[in-house]
Structures are given as C-alpha cells and as structure tokens.
C-alpha cells in the first residue's frame, strides 16, 4: 500500500524545500542588485512558486489518485509519461547535486576546513540513499523535525539581534530603482520554481486535507520565513555589507552573544541547516527516483536510487567553487534554463490533463 | 536391550505397506541396538505409530523410539484382584517421585481386591480414571503423543489389551522459586520475578490479572526442543488484528530448537536489521500484566524467565516499572532524567571527540584553556583516547558480567579505578576523557531495558568514530540516518516512536512526564485497542469537605 503524509509533513517538506539552501545562498546575489529590498524580491519571487506548486497541484489532481505519470503510462503506456517523467528527474536530480554540492562546499569551508568535497560526497548521498530507500514516511518526518526548530529559531532571532537593528538600512525604499527589484526577482524564480517538488509528494498527501491549502501553507510559508530573515540581515548588515559576504545567513547568528558562555549560537543553526541541506539533497532525489520509478513501474527502487545519487555525487564534482556558484545562481541563462525547465513540466502536465479528459469524454461519449 | 522381535511384531501388525519396509528392515539387524538409519526412520513414523493392545509390544517400541536412555523408567506391574499386565513409563528426573509412588500404590494396592475391568464393565478409559488419583487422566493413541507425554514429565501407563496409553501428569522437572528479577530490580514494588518454568509464569500473571478475559493459546515450536509457548493477551483488549499477526508468526515458525525468547523474538520481528529490540523483553510479572491492560500481547517461552511483550516502543523501552509505582512528581523527573542520560549515553564521548578535535572555536574560552592543559602530553588524537577507554570499560563490565558474582564486582571497581587512574598518570588519558567516559557508563546504566542499553552502547562506539573523522558534520549525517532508521521502524504494525511520531497529543501524559494516574483516565491512543476507557471520571482525590466548626476529616451527615 502506498504511503500517505499527513498536510503538516507535505507543508513541511515544501517550506524545508523552499527555504534552507536560498537562506545561505540566495541573501549575497540579492543585496547586491535588490540593496534593502531584497526581501520584497524574496516575497514577490515566492508568488510565482506558490503558483507553480498550486498549478502542478492542480494538474496531478486531474489525474486518478493525484499520480500524473502513472495515469499517463496506464493510459497511453510508458512513452506518454517519460517526456514529463524525465524532464523531471533530470531537473530534480540536477537540483539535487547542486545541493550535494553545496553542502559539501559550506562544510568544507566552515566545518572540517581542508576537508575535499569528494570526501564529504559519499556520506551524503549514502544517507540520501537510505531515506529515499526507506520511502516518503521518513523523508517528510525529518523535514518536519528540522523545519519546527528553524520556525522557532527564526522566530526567536529578533530578540538576540535587536541591539544590532538599524532601521535607517531598509530606508529609503526602493533606492535602487524598481529594476534593481525585478533583477533580484528574476534570481529567486530558479529557486522558488523548485515547488515543483510538490509533484512527488502530492500523490503521498492523504485525501482527507486539502492540497491546495497545504501547499499555499508550505510554499507561502518558506517565503515569508525567508523574507523575514532576509529583512533582519538587511537591518543588521545594511544593504552593502551582505553582498561581500559568502553566507550572510550564516554571519546573522555569529555575531549573537547572549552571556559569555553562550556566544557562539551559530553551531546550532549549522547544524540545522547542514540537516535541512542533506535533506533537499534528500527530497530532490526522491523526486527523480520517484517518478523515474513510476514510469517504469519499477517497485524495488534500491538500484536506481543508487544509480541517479552517483550520477548527483559525480555532477556535484564538477560543478564551481563556492563563489562561482553563488555568481552561477544570478547568471541569466542558469534562471532560464530552471524557468524553462519547470515551465516545460507545467505544460506537459497540462497537456497531459487535457488530453486525458478528451478520452475520459470520448469514452463516455462512445 | 531392545527385543527386535517384538518390534517387527508390532509393525507387522500395524499393517500398512511402509512399516512392514520397517519390519523387514528391524529383523534384518542383529546385536543389541538397532543401528542409526533404522531408528530414524522409526522416529519419523512415530506420530503414526497406534498403542497397540500388546503389552509387551508397546514396551518394545517405546524402548526403541527412546533407544537405551537411562533415565526412561518402565515399571512393570498387575493391577486389580485378575492380575492384568500394565507398566507405567517415566523419565527419571522429570516425573515427580511422589506422584508416582502415588499412583503405583492406587494400581497395585488399592485395586488388589476387585477385577479389572469390573464385571460386566469393559476396559476403558473411565475404568482407570476411577482408580487412579490424579487430576486428569487422557488416552492417547499413537506413539508420538506418548513419546511427547513422557518427555514433558508426564507418566504413561500401558495395559494389557488397551489401545491406548494413559496420560498422568507428573511433572517434576527441576524449578526455582520466583525471586527478585536480576535486571529490573526496583525499589518500590512487588518483588518477584518469572522463573523458567511456563506454568509458575502464567501464574504469576493470573495472580495479578484474575479475569475471565484472559485468553491463553499454546504452541509448542522446535522440532527437537518441543519447547512450550504461551501466547496471553486479553479478550476485548488487544487488538484481534494484533493477536492474529502474532499467531500467525508464530505459527510459521519452523525451527529445531527454541531454547530462549530470543529465538522467537528474531523469527517475529518487523526488521531483522535494527539495533533496537522490537519486542520488550522483561522478567517482571507486573510489566506484562501492565502491558497486556494497554492491549499488548505476551508471549511466555518455557525455559525462560524472559517474557516477551509486543507491539514495543521506544518509549515503552525507556520506561521503568516503578514510573507507575513512586509518586508522578519524582517519577516523572526520573524520566526526563533518563531521556537526557540517553542522549549522553551515546552522543556524550562522540561530541567530545568533535569538539576537541574539529570545533575548538564553539567551546568557550575559559574552558577550552582548561580542556586543553587536561590534554597536554596526550599522546593520542581524541578518537583513539575515546575507543579505548570506551573498550576499557565495556570490556569491564563484560567481564564483571561474566565472572562469579563476588569477583565480579571487585574486578569492575578495581578494574575502572586502577586503569583510569594509572592511565590519567601515565599520560596516556586526560582527566576529561576519563569524566566523560565515567558519565557515559552511568547514564548508559540508567537505561531499564538491557536490550536497549546494548543498541545504545553500540551506537555509541559508532557516532565516536564518526565525530572522530568527521566532527559535527559525521554526527548530524548520523543522526539523520538514525532519525530515518528509527521513523520507518515498526513493531507489529505500530510505529516504534509512537507516541512523538506520529504525534499523539493525547498519550503525551506518559511520556517524558507522567502525569497522576486519575489523569490517565484513558489507554493509550496509538494503540489500536478495543477499549480504551481505563476508569471512572471521578477518581480524582478530594480532601473531605470541612463542616462549619467540625474537624477536617470528620464524618458528614
């Protein structure tokens, strides 16, 4: 029997998906063409996520049991469903090595410095492996254990920061112009598209809740944490300093002194988002086994799940050094090339919807 | 000596085409016993074997199933005034002397003046029942139950011209009394223990749970050991689906020997490939009644004190039976205490090693500098100082288990005080590493279950090797696979961290806090039970009300 998740753990994996790695990554690119606006560009950027994950809802809700692919591949066999299917796992398994990478890169860094990255690799992708293996129970269980405690760690920051506030940097608004804003949207599509994980999950939500709203919940949710983290680094850093640093997020909590004894808050939240980075690592490649696994209908999914996490550990090898990579994320054709990607997705699964429903009514019709 | 004739006589008069193979077969052997092959293949045939009306037949066959054993008594005798041929079977050792002399003098002497059968009556069951003082008496047909009579202490008696064996119950086999549980020893609360003897354990659980509900099946599993298993749960309580589940892996099972709970335990399970024991194992009658009133299923392996309960949690494996029993306060500090002392028990040594090796900067400043003048002339990266006193230790405690009793202890103390001592002053340990290591070995101590404190004493040595190569990197990816392990575990169907995952809101009244047992007014919810009402509403305590100008307590009209 399938498993099914609960609307909290579906909300939960969709804001984990949505907020820890543009919380390291994202802050560097948007100050620098948004200044301290940068978290409007996060909010207005999240629009368009929210309305790719309730169109990808929408459309997998047209099929039987919210499962697109399977209705396709048993409808019109399994080349109907591979077009969407691979277009998708190719998205999320290059999604996935991205995150491998990033990881891999932040705990080479700040963590085990001198450490290579191909070390760190395996460990990663053989936990990712073991979760996507165990099934989507598990997935979406440790996205909640790590999602509850960066809500309250988010919501608990303004008290250790407030001495640092100055609310002289988010003024005046938009200092640097309304195209500085629509630049720095345009960098956040590529990484709030990425709701269209909500694909793999959707079939997983039970039927008793609604998937609109916990997809509205998970996908509005992650934005509006991420526009509120950005908003205090921008009050405490301004709108110059960010841009120079490689995570700002990261420098949010380091400078936070409670007492003497309790200064260095910064190990907690590394350890979260080190658990909130295998996890994407996670989602994403569950999503490409998932429906890779469907189109095929392959039920022991142990060989591709190893298959596609060497093919991410390999992808994540060759992929830049950690500035390169935060340039990469603003680097125009790299946002178009997501932007398309999940469009070409949307548009199958429209097609797809639109064409099943013909036959539904020529069938009923005949 | 086995009277080969008499057995190819017996099988030649059971007349079927395979035992007259057999017959040939027997008469074929010479010397005094029948050679291997041939007995096997009479013991294959055993539970087809019928009693035959020839008494000396019946001897013949049983001394050849048995081969010569020693311990297998026949006592021949002549019951009643007519001096009718019997002989009663028992295996020395398991049968009670007592029963015995018993039963011989009601055949021999009490029946010396009156015929057998009587006149006019016919040989039968119900004759010697009326003779014979026992509390029951069953006939049995074929060779196989007499074989599994005899070797369950019973006696056997056959007669002359009776196609049936009479089964007496006369065990005696070897028992202890139901002391103090060696594992789970508690301060308050009742203070025997299940002994290895399946009967003596139901009883000590009918002694606390006198209701008609309770429902006992039997099975008997191991194609060699015969070993009893008691499946006890209670009607209305547990789940059917449940009891079926457990019926039905216990009856698949298909061993030659079961010769403790664990046996059974690794056939049953959800998930071969987990450290954390799925089935809580426990020695304390209290704990399974206590289970089986929240519908939980019991099952009680003959030869063992260990009684296994199921569905387990992770909780229920934490918890202690005297959370129940000490006041909900200090119960419930305990508790928190416990859950704290689990996570030092296996992340305490690994976080050292990650702090002192990789993350120096997270420590502050006064006690980094005391951390590292403790370390100064170490020779040793922090990992190897780790694994090694870890090694130490668990191999102290081994062989504190191990060794006599008195020896033990002396050489667990000496042992942790003369090595950790000598190796700080020899330089080849720093202090810090022996408080670590000291506090992990208590706070693993603290753990009730034995099954748990393993799985937790092993990830230990796990999480040290990876916080030794990785640092806080190596345990968060740990810890991730862990939390992964522990999310997808299941324990006949229920979730084995219910119930924090999935969230049970109700049931978290007996969690890390217990709350007062008028509180607990219902059972647990994640468990798939048939009533989960456990008491009246109005069990909360009241101080009687004071009367204008009476005495609290005083008696109102």
């Known amino acids: ?366 | 000596m086995i009277e080969q004739a008499l057995v190819v006589q017996y099988l030649r008069r059971w007349q079927v085409e395979r035992a007259n193979i057999l017959a040939d077969r027997v008469a074929a052997c010479g010397g005094a016993q029948l050679p291997e092959p041939v007995q096997m293949d009479l013991a294959a045939e055993k539970d087809n074997m019928p009693v035959s009306p020839a008494l000396a037949e019946n001897r013949a066959i049983v001394r050849a199933l048995l081969g010569a054993s020693e311990d297998v008594m026949d006592r021949p005798l002549y019951v009643g005034s007519n001096r009718l041929p019997a002989c009663l079977f028992y295996v020395n050792g398991m049968a009670d002397r007592t029963q015995i002399m018993l039963i011989l003098e009601a055949l021999t002497s009490q029946s010396r003046n009156d015929p057998i059968p009587p006149p006019g009556g016919a040989l039968n069951l119900e004759t010697f029942q009326q003779l014979i003082p026992s509390a029951t008496i069953t006939g049995v047909g074929s060779m196989g139950q007499v074989l599994e009579a005899l070797l369950n202490g019973d006696s056997v008696l056959f007669v002359e011209g009776l196609t049936l064996a009479l089964v007496m119950p006369t065990d005696g086999l070897p028992k202890r009394q139901p002391d103090e549980p060696t594992t789970e020893p508690t301060v308050r609360g009742p203070k025997d223990g299940f002994t290895e003897s399946h009967v003596e354990n139901l009883a000590l659980i009918r002694r606390r749970l006198r209701d008609d509900r309770l429902r006992v099946e039997k099975f008997t599993l191991g194609t060699r050991t015969h070993t009893t298993v008691l499946l006890v749960y209670l009607l209305g309580l547990a789940e059917p689906g449940i009891v079926n589940e457990v019926r039905r892996r216990v009856s698949r099972i298909q061993v030659d020997s079961v010769l403790e709970s664990g046996y059974i335990e690794e056939l049953i399970e959800d998930e071969s490939f987990t450290l954390f024991p799925l089935v809580k194992v426990t020695e304390r009658p209290d704990v399974v009644v206590a289970g089986m009133l929240e519908g939980k299923v019991a099952l009680i392996t003959d030869g063992t004190p260990h009684v296994m309960l199921m569905p387990s949690t992770l909780v229920a494996e934490l918890q202690a039976a005297e959370d129940y029993y000490d006041r909900w306060p200090t119960s419930s500090f305990i508790r928190t205490l416990r859950i704290i002392y689990v996570f030092i028990a296996f992340l305490g040594p690994a976080t050292y090693v990650a702090i002192t090796t990789y993350h120096q900067e997270l420590i502050p400043t006064n006690l980094l500098i005391t951390l590292i003048t403790a370390r100064e002339g170490v020779p040793f990266p922090a990992v190897i100082e780790a694994l090694a006193m870890e090694l130490t230790m668990e191999a102290l405690r081994e062989a504190g288990v191990r060794l006599p009793k008195v020896v033990g202890q002396a050489i667990s103390i000496v042992g942790a005080l003369v090595i950790g001592d000598s190796a700080v002053q020899a330089g080849l340990v720093s202090p810090v590493m022996v408080v670590v290591v000291a506090l992990t070995a208590i706070a693993s101590f603290i753990i009730p279950l034995y099954a748990m404190s393993l799985a937790v004493r092993v990830l230990r040595f796990a999480f040290v090797v990876l916080a030794g190569v990785f640092g806080f990197f190596g345990i968060v990816v740990g810890l991730m696979a862990l939390y992964v392990h522990l999310v997808s575990l299941r324990s006949f169907g229920v979730p084995y961290l219910s119930p924090m995952i999935p969230p049970s809101w109700g049931d978290q009244r007996d969690v890390a806090v217990r709350v007062p047992w008028w509180a607990m007014r219902r059972r647990p919810r994640f468990m798939p039970l048939g009533n989960r009402s456990r008491m009246g509403l109005s069990n909360r305590p009241h101080a009687p009300e004071r009367k204008e100008g009476g005495k609290p307590g005083a008696a109102t009209d």
């Open chain 1, 1 to 366: 029997m399938q498993q099914q998740i609960s609307g909290g753990l579906y909300a939960a994996v969709l804001a984990i998906m949505g907020s820890v790695m543009p919380y390291m990554l994202l802050p560097r690119a948007l100050v620098q063409y948004a200044g301290q606006e940068a978290w409007l560009a996060i909010l207005l950027g999240g629009l368009y996520g929210l309305a790719v994950s309730l169109v990808t809802v929408w459309a997998a809700c047209r099929f039987s049991h919210r499962d697109p692919v399977k209705a396709l591949r048993c409808a019109f066999g399994p080349w109907a469903a591979l077009p969407v299917a691979l277009l998708y796992s190719a998205l999320n398994l290059l999604l996935s090595a991205l995150a491998l990478h990033d990881v891999q890169t932040f705990t080479s860094i700040l963590l085990l410095p001198g450490t290579p990255g191909w070390v760190l690799a395996p460990m990663i992708a053989g936990v990712a492996i073991y979760a996507v293996v165990r099934g989507v129970e598990p997935v979406s269980r440790i996205a909640f254990a790590v999602f509850l405690p960066m809500v309250l760690v988010i919501l608990v920051l303004p008290t250790g920061l407030f001495r640092e506030f100055d609310i002289l940097q988010i003024d005046p608004f938009l200092y640097r112009g309304l195209d500085g804003l629509v630049r720095a949207i345009s960098v956040t599509l590529a990484w709030t598209g990425q709701s269209i994980v909500a694909l793999s999950f959707i079939r997983h939500l039970s039927p008793k809740v609604n998937p609109y709203l916990w997809t509205a919940i998970g996908v509005g949710g992650a934005h509006v944490l991420l526009s509120v983290t950005m908003a205090l680094i921008t009050l405490v850093f301004g709108s110059v300093l960010p841009g120079r640093l490689l995570y700002p997020g990261f420098e949010l909590f380091a400078i936070i002194a409670v007492s003497e004894a309790v200064e260095r808050i910064q190990a907690g939240v590394m350890v979260l988002w080190l658990a909130g980075g295998l996890l994407k690592v996670t989602v994403n490649l569950f999503a490409a086994v998932e429906e890779l696994s469907v189109t095929f209908n392959v039920h022991r999914r142990g060989w591709i799940t190893a298959v596609l996490a060497v093919i991410a550990m390999g992808a994540a090898q060759i992929l830049p050094g950690p500035l390169q990579r935060t340039g990469l994320t603003a680097q125009a054709w790299w946002n178009i090339l997501h932007v398309g990607l999940q469009l070409a997705i949307l548009l199958l699964l429209a097609i797809g919807a639109l064409v099943g429903r013909l036959r539904q009514g020529a069938m009923a019709s005949g």
